[in-house]
């Protein structure tokens, strides 16, 4: 029997749906009206068009100041750390880095890569010590935000747990955890962070999908 190929704007509908909703089985009944896909399909479109986020940036000479914090995740039962970089001036996430350790190293490495990408912008976090060596071995001014920028942060890391906090229980990778790199969980991340640079705007997110990924 011949496998119908699914358009690639109802894919773009379905992804935005997931997104939206945070189930795979709410997605996939809604998209019942137009073509009838299950939610493991939907997972798997999820990890063909994860590399669309790679082709989108926010553009360097608007952001004025990065904001950058860590969150501790369970992906399996394992814990691992999830650092994000936010502009509050045009709330969008600039960046996500997924670790098993929260180290100078780790942290520095995340900052390079945030230099390279926006230039020699102004840092603001906690003021944890890995934060403070990180900027002043890549020399890049840092401050500790205040009681109402912190909430700030707070509220958007919190509207990042939330999405994240059982979407890998429902499918666990099936290799042996020593074995796997995460790349299905990364590619989830990189994806999101598309419909967090998109305003979760339905249209935006949608078009760019399927121009670039289509």
């Known amino acids: 029997m011949k496998r119908n190929r699914t358009c690639p704007a109802v894919i773009a509908y379905g ?10 089985r709410c997605a996939s009944k809604c998209l019942e009206c137009l073509v009838k896909r299950s939610h493991v399909a939907i997972w798997k479109w999820i990890q063909k068009y994860s590399g669309c986020a790679d082709i ?42 997924l670790s098993r ?13 945030l230099r390279k990408r926006y230039g020699r912008k102004l840092v603001y976090t906690d003021g ?11 020399r890049l001014r840092h401050f500790i935000y205040g009681t109402e920028m912190k909430n700030l942060m707070e509220r958007f890391i919190q509207h990042i ?15 042996r955890k020593e074995s796997c790199h995460r790349q299905h969980v990364w590619n989830w991340l990189k994806l999101f962070v598309l419909y967090l640079h998109m305003g979760m705007d339905r249209i935006r997110f949608m078009t760019f999908l ?5």
């Open 128 to 138: 944890a010590r890995w934060y403070n060596d990180a900027c002043r071995w890549l």
């Open 56 to 97: 989108f940036q926010t553009n360097k000479h608007a952001v004025k100041e990065i904001f950058v914090d860590e969150t501790l995740l369970k992906i399996d039962g394992q814990d691992y750390w999830l650092w994000i970089a936010y502009e509050p001036h045009l709330s969008v996430c600039l960046a996500m880095h």
């Open 101 to 113: 350790e929260r180290t100078i190293f780790v942290c520095y490495r995340f900052f390079k890569q």
């Open 161 to 175: 747990k939330d999405r994240t906090e059982c979407f890998d229980d429902h499918f666990p990778c099936r290799r």
């Open 210 to 214: 399927v121009w670039d990924g289509g």
């Open 15 to 24: 992804l935005y749906l997931y997104f939206s909703s945070r189930s795979y």
